[in-house]
């Protein structure tokens, strides 16, 4: 059974940092694609990042040189690191996981219980 437990949300002011963690089990970790995903009040779950079992990461435009998607496959665990945060991100964070299984290719996807984010102006 697959689980995903993400922590480090919380209140911060505009212009700080957080780190969310999300450790995965269940799973073998360096063979999914993982991600974090937000749903800001009143929109819909919207992709922040990506990263790829290959290593390659992808960035909503908003977001790019401010926030860092990483692994740790020793810790099975994805981060996202958020610097210079502004009101504006403000939503619920959910990480993500994607398997890849057999032939032909069946995908199953995972979600975390998702953190709070709130940024201050």
């Known amino acids: 059974q697959v689980q995903l437990v993400e922590a480090g949300g919380g209140l911060v002011q505009a212009g700080g940092s957080l780190r969310l963690s999300c450790e995965v089990s269940?799973?073998?970790?360096?063979?999914?694609?993982l991600g974090w995903y937000r749903r800001a009040p009143g929109h819909q779950r919207d992709l922040v990042a990506t990263?790829?079992?290959?290593?390659?990461?992808n960035y909503e435009d908003s977001v790019k040189g401010r926030f860092t998607i990483s692994r740790d496959s020793a810790k099975n665990t994805v981060y996202l690191q958020m610097n210079s945060l502004k009101p504006e991100d403000t939503a619920v964070y959910y990480c993500?996981?994607?398997?890849?299984?057999?032939?032909?290719?069946?995908?199953?996807?995972?979600w975390g219980q998702g953190t709070q984010v709130t940024v201050s102006k």
């Open positions: 990263l790829s079992r290959g290593g390659s990461t």
């Open positions: 993500h996981v994607r398997e890849q299984i057999g032939r032909p290719i069946v995908f199953y996807d995972y």
């Open positions: 269940g799973t073998i970790f360096e063979r999914n694609d």
